[in-house]
């Protein structure tokens, strides 16, 4: 198993929402991820959603009572507060976050905000008339200023029957929002990375497209990939299949001129550039302001003309990544698009093989550089990404292709 939560101690703590039943998934989507999780619960949490909810879902002891004489958890807690990566609170009350920001100290959540010396990732969810509270609001900005990471809370229907921000953060974001902080200080921490993704759509009249078949998974997971890793992450977005992930900065870009020119405004800043999308190399030359009729033709020709070459035209200066897609003389056609394009590294793969490359969560690439072919086995496309994030960071290290 890989991905961002692999091996990573984590505090959960729940206090006394209605969202409380929300944390049971995010315990379950972390616990599957790899983490271990140690679930600290309010009296009034406990009211919601029953401790053995959480201890089923996390096969741990869930401390809820500090003074219990029979918990060896209760003993130990400073001991877990200090092994953890990061303490989560979510869901966050009102009455929670003023223990937070004043460092009130007594239940199992706030004394393990004092104890510990993790990353703080608060997720506050109330009614909508108390999140614009300014007794709220003043707290809030405390515990920013002290450095936890606030995540949401979002819009939408609330318990109390009005609509306004108060919502619990949606577990994707949650999950999303906790990797970036576990990685903050990863390898490619202080780095700012483009990554392309997704397939272009050339429009040939307002209805139909020219396009390919990228479901954008591969380019997604280089982005959370890098995330992870602690870097800066601006994801150049076509047309996919799939949700962006949480922590980076998106930019929609459907054709291949807007993604040329999405792409050249972001590598000014950037470290590193990895262009995994599908970009159209040929364009209506004319498409039509008008829908096309099937009465007003009997056949249809349509000319097309050349796109740029996108990463071939970034300037020197950044590491430069690129894929190959073949479907023949894959390492041949790798080799000639890593020197043709000016690139460090091509990642290639051959979309014939069953199970990997376009739509497939799995991918099976050669990693191509000057010094020579590195067969990577068939894998997850999150970790292809961390492989292919491997050599960004050796490129990065050895200080040849630098930020400009
Ligand atoms: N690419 C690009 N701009 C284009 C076309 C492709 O920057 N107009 C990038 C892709 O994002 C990918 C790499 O170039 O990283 C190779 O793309 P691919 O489609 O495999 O190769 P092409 O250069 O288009 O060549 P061919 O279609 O002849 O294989």
Redesign the pocket.
């Known amino acids: 198993m890989s991905g961002p939560f692999h091996g990573k101690r984590i505090l959960l703590g729940v206090s006394g929402s209605i969202a409380a039943y929300k944390a049971a998934d995010l315990a379950s989507k972390l616990t599957q991820g790899g983490a271990e999780v140690d679930v600290l619960m309010t009296h009034s949490a406990t009211r919601f959603v029953t401790p053995l909810t959480f201890r089923s879902i996390t096969h741990r002891p869930v401390l809820t009572d500090l003074f219990d004489p029979g918990s060896p958890e209760a003993i130990e807690h400073v001991a877990l507060a200090q092994a953890a990566h990061v303490l989560v609170v979510a869901p966050a009350t009102a009455h929670m976050l003023a223990k937070l920001a004043l460092g009130l100290a007594d239940d199992p959540i706030s004394v393990t905000a004092l104890a510990t010396g993790a990353p703080v990732l608060v997720a506050p969810a109330m009614d909508a008339n108390m999140w614009e509270h300014p007794a709220v609001r003043r707290n809030v900005e405390t515990l920013i200023e002290r450095g936890a990471v606030i995540v949401g809370p979002g819009e939408g229907r609330l318990a109390s029957g009005l609509t306004g921000w108060g919502r619990l953060a949606e577990t994707p974001e949650l999950l999303g929002r906790i990797a970036k902080t576990l990685g903050a200080n990863g390898d490619l921490s202080g780095r700012s990375i483009v990554v ?1 993704a997704g397939g272009t759509q050339e429009p040939l009249d307002p209805v139909r497209v020219l396009t390919n078949r990228s479901s954008g998974k591969m380019g997604y997971a280089i982005a959370e990939a890098a995330r992870d890793r602690g870097a800066d992450v601006t994801l150049v977005t076509a047309s996919a299949a799939v949700e962006p992930p949480v922590g980076v900065h998106v930019e929609r870009a459907d054709t ?1 001129e807007q993604m ?1 020119n999405a792409v050249q405004e972001a590598v000014c800043s950037a470290d590193a550039l990895v ?7 040929y364009r209506p030359a004319d498409p039509s302001g008008e829908k096309l009729k099937k009465e007003a033709m009997a056949d249809l020709s349509v000319a097309l003309e050349r ?6 035209g970034v300037p020197d200066g950044i590491v430069k ?6 479907s023949r003389d894959l390492l041949k ?1 790798a080799r000639a ?1 890593l020197k ?2 000016g690139v460090h590294l091509v990642a290639a793969n051959d979309i014939t093989l069953p199970g990997a490359g376009f739509g497939a969560d799995e991918n099976k690439v050669w990693l191509v550089d000057e010094g020579g072919d590195t067969e990577l086995p068939l894998m997850a496309k999150y970790d292809v990404a961390m492989a292919i994030l491997d050599r960004v960071v050796a490129l990065l290290g050895t200080g040849r292709p630098k930020g400009r």
């Open positions: 392309s291949a040329r262009m995994a999308a599908a970009v159209a190399d796109t740029d070459d996108i990463i071939a990544v690129a894929f190959a897609a073949e056609n698009k043709g394009k």
